[in-house]
Nanobody, 121 residues
């Protein structure tokens, strides 16, 4: 009943930029928080950036100053602007959402299908 759909991944050269989008749809009363995680081959999934109601954000140290997370509440969409990309940013990027549904239930374990980001010359 709730879906998260990511888009915007691809292959880019080091130093270039990409913007990821994550659109939430379905039986959603309120989006409490949205975040981006990534998982590189052989590594654990890690938090990249997160934004909560009110606009507060937090970032992994490795992306601070280069990545920016934002939200468009009307579109139920979160964005991740990634600048000055590095080869070590290569990973599958997953969108996560903490949502309250119309029946009052709240879940923080909604995930998108993932989008591949490859940074290589």
């Amino acid at each position: 009943q709730v879906q998260l759909v990511e888009s915007g991944g691809g292959l880019v050269q080091p130093g270039r930029s990409l913007r990821l989008s994550c659109e939430a749809s379905g039986s959603i009363f309120r989006i409490n928080a949205m975040g981006w995680y990534r998982q590189a081959p052989g590594k654990q999934r890690e938090l990249v950036a997160r934004i909560i109601n009110g606009g507060n954000t937090n970032y992994a140290d490795s992306v601070k100053g280069r990545f920016t997370i934002s939200r468009d509440n009307a579109k139920k969409t979160a964005y991740l602007q990634m600048n000055s990309l590095k080869p070590e940013d290569t990973a599958v990027y997953y969108c996560n959402a903490d949502l309250t549904r119309f029946d009052g239930s709240r879940f923080d374990d909604y995930w998108g299908q993932g989008t591949q980001v490859t940074v290589s010359s």
